[in-house]
């Protein structure tokens, strides 16, 4: 790979996520349909958030309710929305007051509620039923089940599937003004029946470099390369009692849902630019069964400098004139050279013609080295052929680099400019 001194700037800008998500939805009271109604809100950041203006979606309407001004919920805090007449119409008189009362229709089968922000976007939804008779946007993955008359929707978990993340309980309907006081507690029950069979169907590794025969990983020079495993797990039963599902003892999240008894589970991980090359194994567990699946790291030769131009001032002629480097990398105006691939690398070096208006300034009084001594076998003459200098540079390893000048007394007034290319040669 051959690269003149260039400067590479990588910013990386990671988007704020608000985290308000829909807690508990209690569709289907006892007594009344109307003002009996209730969401309860949830916001487990360390900071309140502005839900001005905020709305809740239903079958219904896109803005069944509207938040108030001034509408906070406070940080780790819950906001208990309701229909008009909470206080009289709610099943149990000991329940939380409201924070927000307005009229609102919740459909009592094959319906589901959504929040949505001051920008119009959804920012969580939960549905309950048939996916085909509910509106899009009013779900997440699939819906849950519907519940029983008196008994709510509860989140126990927030992995982007209703289907697993809410359970059917006894109400809790915490609200902001109830000062953390759950004078309600429901209980979650997980019955894990070990009877059953779990299977690991495939394993798939990407991106692939080339698509040729197996998975080969070409990765990014001097930064993290990214990779995606997945694969695809079978319960007998239900996907949703599949769990640990690890590879190489880090855990999987779930992806997607293939059908009621397989799901895709995820790993992104990020490999080192220094990876050594070769072959690399995953294997993925869930419970006892296991499978595996390999990837090809290649070979990846390539350099960085950290500066892009030279200068040198010189006033009196019959001198030479040093340019050190240093192996201080991004520090100061002295050149650094890094190894920002995988293999072990020499060095080339080969430069133009310092060409000035009048004349050029002869090249055979420019000595390069890399150890800043200019006379040891890491250093020679610049010259315009390329000259391989033996380094065995190390992935991730910072050499020197630096150039001599002699000004003789036959050069002319003026500037010079000329160019300096390097070059990675793998030393093995």
């Known amino acids: ?50 839900i001005s203006g905020w709305t809740i979606k239903t079958e219904t309407s896109d803005a069944d309710v509207i938040l108030p001004l001034e509408a906070v919920i406070g940080a780790q805090g819950y906001y208990l929305i309701t229909d008009i007449g909470w206080d009289e119409s709610k099943d149990d008189e000991m329940w939380n007051g409201a924070d927000y009362e307005e009229a609102m229709t919740l459909g009592n089968s094959d319906a589901g509620v959504a929040l949505v922000d001051s920008l119009s976007q959804i920012v969580s939804s939960v549905g309950w039923g048939d996916s085909s008779e509910i509106e899009s946007g009013l779900y997440e993955g699939s819906p849950a089940v519907d519940v029983e008359p008196g008994s709510s929707l509860l989140r126990v978990q927030s992995l982007g599937n209703n289907f697993v993340d809410f359970v059917s309980s006894s109400p809790q309907l915490n609200s902001g003004s109830s000062d953390g006081n759950e004078t309600h507690q429901g209980i979650v029950i997980n019955l894990n029946v070990l009877d059953y069979s779990v299977s690991v169907d495939w394993v798939n590794i990407s991106p692939d470099a080339f698509g040729d025969e197996g998975v080969q990983v070409l990765l990014n020079p001097g930064r993290e390369k990214e990779i995606i495993i997945t694969s695809m797990i079978t319960h007998e039963f239900n996907y949703s009692f599949i769990e640990n599902v690890t590879v190489n003892n880090q855990s999987m999240v779930l992806m997607d849902v293939v059908n009621k008894t397989s799901a895709i589970f995820e790993l992104k991980l990020d490999l080192n630019y220094s990876i050594l090359p070769g072959s690399y194994d995953v294997l993925v567990f869930v419970g006892e069964e296991q499978k595996s699946n390999n990837y090809e790291i290649l070979s990846l030769m390539a350099i ?34 890094k190894n920002i691939g ?59 680099f630096g150039l001599e000048f002699f000004v003789t007394e036959e050069v002319e007034k003026g500037s010079y400019e000329g160019k300096i290319m390097l070059s990675a040669v793998s030393s093995e």
């Open 1 to 50: 790979m051959k690269k003149l001194f260039c400067l590479a700037i990588a910013m990386l800008v990671l988007p704020l996520v608000l985290a308000v998500r829909i807690e508990e939805v209690y569709y289907d009271p006892v007594e009344t349909e109307s003002g009996g109604e209730a969401v309860v809100l949830y916001n487990p950041l360390d900071l309140a958030v502005d």
């Open 304 to 337: 960085d400098v950290d500066v892009e131009e030279l200068n040198l001032e010189v006033k009196e002629k019959n001198l030479r004139y040093a340019l050190l480097g240093d192996q201080n990398w991004n520090v100061g105006d002295k050149p650094s050279i």
């Open 342 to 400: 995988n293999v072990g690398l020499d060095l080339g070096v080969k430069a133009t013609e310092l060409v000035g208006e009048d004349a050029n300034f002869l090249l055979e009084n420019v000595r390069y080295s890399f150890n800043n001594d200019f006379y040891s076998s890491k250093a020679g003459q610049l010259s315009t052929e390329l000259e391989i200098v033996n380094l065995n540079l190390e992935p991730a390893d910072i050499n020197e």
